[in-house]
């Protein structure tokens, strides 16, 4: 029988099964994984939660600690009757058969609770892991402008993820479908040697929610089958995506010499506008670039629909009709923190580069890449 007997603000241990929920799995062939794992030592609770793919760890300081101990409570309901709870200390103690109370200033609840000793044990790197510190803003940044390019692709995994490429001094997030591509290069990190690793997409969006509230420093282990993010009192464990990123800096255009400049939040919603009319499967729109000028049309024969827009801008190249899908240029353009956006074509079948103006301080920062498509 596992004995523990502590009390803390209702409050903070809510906050604190809040912060590692996101790893309990919705379905689970291993019902112990529907648990927290609770370790209380002296005065701090550790909380575990995991999937067995993503485990997420913190601590809640408690006010008073008579029995140490350990235990596995159930997350549905432990975190249920805390959002009831207005904050106040409450006591948790374990008792006979398998139970626990929680007592709270005028009520109480019984509970059961499962050995820990059943709980999986939750594997750190290696002694051989690389590590890496990041500010936490730079890389929950880094997360938020590449994560929406990633792929949904059971033939190619490695693509289900946030490419890093690490060089000392800094590093470049990088994100593809295989019809966009986006590169994120920031120098707000520590490394001593160059190093890699795939992120999956469900971990980096866990850690994107999580760092955005973050302000110190986040210190990143790694090795072949592990991925461990450290931060406060928090732990985040995932395992990465095993495999070879294809060389995405082979593909990024080098000599586009037909270049758009135009304002990102006009060009942005006009696509928005004529792209209402685009074929709902394919969402097909065609630009078609003269000096001076864009015009942007799209159509959708089937149901005689048809939108035209044209706009002053900025255009020095040969004259171009190309076509995209609305949506991934939408999606770029919406992720660009600038006033002015430049495109640069080489011709209507090779891919478009698109970074922030020139003028603009992350013109070396972020930059994407959209393949085109046939449009008549």
Request: charged residues 25%; glycine residues 4%.
């Amino acid at each position: 029988m596992t004995y523990m007997f502590f009390s803390v603000s209702s409050y903070e241990l809510l906050k604190g099964i809040q912060n590692v929920s996101k790893a309990i799995p919705a379905k689970t062939a291993l019902p112990i994984l529907e648990n927290f794992l609770f370790e209380l030592k002296e005065d701090k609770l550790t909380i575990t939660a995991s999937d067995q793919e993503l485990t997420l760890r913190t601590s809640v300081r408690v006010d008073s600690t008579r029995e140490e101990g350990s235990m596995a409570v159930p997350a549905r309901q432990m975190s249920d009757l805390l959002k009831e709870l207005p904050d106040q200390p409450i006591e948790i103690k374990t008792g006979g058969e398998s139970t626990f109370e929680c007592r709270w200033s005028n009520g109480n609840s019984k509970l059961p609770y499962f050995p820990a000793s059943d709980y999986p044990e939750i594997k750190g790197a290696g002694d051989d892991a690389v590590s890496v510190s990041f500010q936490a803003k730079v890389l929950s940044e880094g997360i938020s402008r590449t994560i929406y390019a990633t792929a949904d692709d059971e033939m190619r995994p490695t693509m289900n993820g946030i490419f890093f490429d690490i060089n000392p001094g800094v590093v470049t997030l990088v994100a593809s479908d295989s019809h966009k591509l986006i590169c994120y290069t920031t120098d707000g990190i520590n490394a001593d040697a160059p190093a890699s690793f795939i992120l999956h997409k469900k971990a980096a969006s866990v850690a994107k929610s999580i760092l955005e509230k973050v302000d110190s420093d986040v210190f990143v282990r790694f090795d072949a089958s592990t991925v461990v993010f450290s931060f406060d009192d928090n732990m985040m464990v995932c395992r990465p995506i095993v495999g070879k990123y294809p060389k995405y800096r082979d593909v990024i255009p080098q000599n586009n010499s037909n270049v758009l400049r135009i304002d990102r939040s006009r060009f942005l919603n006009t696509i928005k506008r004529v792209s209402v009319c685009a074929n709902k499967a394919s969402n097909h729109i065609k630009l078609d670039l003269n000096p001076g000028q864009i015009e942007i049309t799209a159509q959708d024969l089937g149901f005689a629909l048809s939108a035209y827009e044209k706009m002053e801008c900025d255009y020095n190249g040969d004259s171009i009709s190309i076509g995209f899908k609305s949506s991934f240029l939408v999606e770029i353009l919406a992720n660009l923190n600038c006033e002015t956006v430049v495109m640069k074509f080489a011709d209507s079948r090779k891919a478009a580069l698109i970074v922030p103006s020139e003028d603009e301080a992350e013109s070396n920062k972020i930059c994407g890449i959209l393949m085109p498509i046939m449009v008549s």
